[in-house]
C-alpha cells in the first residue's frame, strides 16, 4: 500500500506534539504547585478529549438537593441490579426491604458491558470520598459512569437512556414495598410532618384465587382492572385523568373490603384508606388528595355513613322495621366521631375530590366506595363517569362455597354439597359466616366435620328465615285487621252522624 508523503508527515506531527505534550505534562506534574497543575490539568482535559472518542456521563446518589436520594441514580441502579447480576464478577448482596430475599447488585469500582440496539456501553459504579479536612461527618457520594462512543450521543443519550430510566422504575416498582397508608386525627401534627397520612407496610394475603364470587364476575372483574392499569395512552389520547371509580355494595361480610385487598395485590397498589369523618373540611380532602401517589387506591369504607354526603338521609325518610334493625353499630360509631370532630367535608367537596382539575395529578388511581347501602347514597356521587364499575356483592352463591371449600378444606367435591347445594338455593348466608363455619374449631376437626357446622349454620340460618317471615305475616295480618277495625269505626261514626243532625 502506498501511503502519501502528506499522510506521513502529518503523522509524525501528531506524534511529536503528543510526545511533546506529555513531556511537558510530566514536568509540571513534577514540578509544579498544586495550583498551577489544576490550571493547566483543565486544558489537559480539553486536549485529550479531542482525541479520545468516549463520551461519558455521570449519574450521581445526590444530585442538587442533597438530603434527597436522586430518582435517576435509584432507576439505574435497579435497572443495573438485574442487567449486571448477569455479567458483573463483582455483585454485593443486600436484604430486601421485606426481608424476603437478598437483592443483587454491582460491587463498587466493578464495570459491566450493556449492549443497546447493536451499540454497546460500558456502565462502572464508583464513589468519592469526602474531603478528610471537613468539619462534619460526610457520607462517600456514589454514581454511575456511563461510557459510549461519541458516535451514538444521539441514540445514547434520547433512547437509551430513557428505556434505562424507564425499566428501573418498573423493575423498583415491581420490587417496592407497598403501603397501606392512613389519615385520621392522631395526625394533629401534620404541620411538622412532610405528609398528613401514616403509613405501614402493606401485607394483606387476599387475592382473587381465594374471593368467593362466581368465576365469570370475577374474571371480568380481572380484566376490568388490568384493562385500566395497562392504558396509560388510551387515557392520554381521549383527553381523560387516568383513573377509574369502583362502587363495591352489598351486606356486611360479602367481601368488599377483601375485594379491594386483592385488587391491590393484583395491580400492586399502594392503599390509602380514606377516613371521610376524620378529614376537617373540603381544602384538607383536597390536600389529602394531592399527596396521593401514582398506582394506589383510595379507598373510603361505608360512604353511607358520612351523614351529609348521602342526600336522601337527611329527609327523615320512612324506614322499614327492619331497617332499623340493621343500622350497624358501625354507623352509629362514625355518627359520634363524627360529631366529636365537626367535619366539614360536604358533597361537592367530595365530588371535586373524585373528579376535580387536582383530582387529575399523578394518574393512575382506583377509587373505591364501599356501602352496606346503595339506594342511600346520593345520585351525583354514585353515577357513571365517577363510579365508572358497580359491583355487587352478595350472599353466598354455591359456586363461591366452592371457592371456599377449596380454599379452606382442600375438598373440590364431597357426597355433603348436595344438600349445601339445596340448603343455599332456600337460605341467605354471607361468605364471612360460610368461611367461620369452615375453620376448624379443633383440631380433630375434618373435613367432614367442617361441612357439618356449615350445614348446622345453614339450617339455623332457614329457621331463622322462616320465624321471622312468619313473625311479618302476622303484623301484616295485625295491621291489616287494625286498619279493618278502624275503618269499620270510621264507617259507623260516619252513619251516625247525619241522625244527630237530625234532631
Ligand atoms: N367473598 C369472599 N371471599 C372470601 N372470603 C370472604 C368473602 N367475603 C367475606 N369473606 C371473609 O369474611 C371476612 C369479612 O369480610 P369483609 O371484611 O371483606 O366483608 P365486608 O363486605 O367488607 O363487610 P362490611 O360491610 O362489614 O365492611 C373476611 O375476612 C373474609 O375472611
Ligand atoms: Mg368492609
Redesign the pocket.
Known amino acids: 500500500m502506498i501511503v502519501p508523503q502528506t499522510m506521513i508527515e502529518m503523522w509524525a506531527t501528531m506524534g511529536s506534539t503528543i510526545a511533546s505534550f506529555m513531556f511537558i505534562w510530566a514536568i509540571i506534574h513534577q514540578y509544579c504547585p498544586y495550583e498551577v497543575r489544576l490550571y493547566f490539568g483543565k486544558y489537559t482535559q480539553r486536549i485529550m478529549s479531542f482525541f479520545y472518542p468516549y463520551i461519558k456521563i455521570s449519574i450521581h446518589e445526590y444530585a442538587g438537593d442533597r438530603l434527597k436520594r436522586s430518582e435517576a441514580y435509584a432507576a439505574v441502579e435497579a435497572y443495573l441490579s438485574i442487567n449486571s447480576s448477569k455479567c458483573a464478577k463483582r455483585l454485593k448482596a443486600e436484604m430486601a426491604k421485606d426481608c424476603s430475599n437478598l437483592v443483587l447488585s454491582m460491587d463498587e469500582y466493578e464495570r459491566v458491558k450493556d449492549e443497546f440496539q447493536g451499540i454497546q456501553v460500558w456502565w462502572v459504579s464508583s464513589k468519592v470520598m469526602p474531603p478528610l479536612q471537613s468539619m462534619y461527618p460526610q457520607q462517600e457520594r456514589r454514581y454511575y459512569r456511563l461510557t459510549f462512543h461519541k458516535r451514538y450521543r444521539g441514540v445514547i443519550s434520547e433512547v437509551y437512556l430513557k428505556h434505562v430510566i424507564q425499566q428501573g422504575k418498573e423493575i423498583r416498582v415491581r420490587n417496592r414495598q407497598r403501603k397501606l397508608y392512613t389519615n385520621g386525627s392522631g395526625n394533629k401534627w401534620h404541620i411538622y410532618k412532610q405528609t398528613m397520612w401514616n403509613h405501614i407496610v402493606f401485607e394483606h394475603p ?1 387475592t382473587f384465587e ?4 362466581e368465576h365469570a364476575k370475577k374474571q371480568e372483574i380481572i380484566e376490568d382492572l388490568v384493562t385500566f392499569s395497562k392504558s396509560k395512552d388510551f387515557y392520554a389520547r381521549i383527553g381523560k385523568a387516568w383513573k377509574r371509580g369502583y362502587l363495591l355494595y ?10 379491594i385487598a386483592a385488587m391491590a395485590n393484583l395491580l400492586n397498589y399502594d392503599v390509602y384508606d380514606l377516613e371521610l369523618t376524620a378529614v376537617k373540611d373540603n381544602t384538607e380532602l383536597r390536600k389529602l388528595l394531592i399527596e396521593t401517589t401514582s398506582k394506589s387506591i383510595i379507598v373510603i ?2 360512604i353511607d355513613c358520612s351523614l351529609e354526603l348521602t342526600g336522601q338521609r337527611d329527609k327523615k325518610e320512612e324506614k322499614s322495621p327492619d331497617e332499623d334493625k340493621e343500622k ?1 353499630e ?1 354507623e352509629t360509631r362514625k355518627e359520634h366521631h363524627k360529631e366529636e370532630t365537626g367535619s366539614k367535608v360536604t358533597l361537592s367537596g367530595l365530588l371535586n375530590f373524585i373528579d376535580g382539575i387536582w383530582s387529575a395529578s399523578g394518574g393512575e388511581r382506583l377509587i373505591v366506595f ?1 356501602t ?1 347501602y346503595v339506594e342511600k347514597l346520593d345520585p351525583a356521587l354514585i353515577r357513571r363517569g365517577r363510579m365508572d364499575k358497580h359491583i355487587e ?1 352478595s350472599y ?1 352463591s354455591f359456586e ?1 362455597f366452592k ?2 371449600s377449596r ?1 379452606y378444606l382442600r375438598l373440590d367435591a364431597h357426597p355433603l354439597f348436595d344438600k349445601i347445594e339445596s340448603l343455599m338455593k332456600e337460605t341467605k348466608i ?3 359466616d360460610v ?1 367461620e363455619s369452615l375453620m376448624p374449631k379443633s383440631p380433630l376437626d375434618d373435613a367432614e366435620k367442617c361441612l357439618s357446622h356449615l350445614i348446622q349454620a345453614l339450617e339455623e340460618a332457614k329457621e331463622a328465615e322462616e320465624v321471622t317471615e312468619k313473625a311479618d305475616k302476622d303484623a301484616s295480618k295485625q295491621n291489616a285487621q287494625t286498619a279493618t277495625k278502624a275503618a269499620e269505626g270510621r264507617a259507623k261514626e260516619d252513619a251516625a252522624q247525619p241522625q244527630e243532625n237530625s234532631h
Not at 381465594?210 to 364470587?213: I, R, S, V
Not at 352489598?250 to 375485594?259: A, E, H, L, Q, Y
Open positions: 387476599a381465594t374471593l368467593a364470587m352489598g351486606p356486611p361480610g360479602t367481601g368488599k373490603s377483601t375485594m369504607e361505608d350497624s358501625k364501599t352496606n356483592l353466598c363461591a371457592v371456599l380454599n354471607t361468605p364471612a368461611a
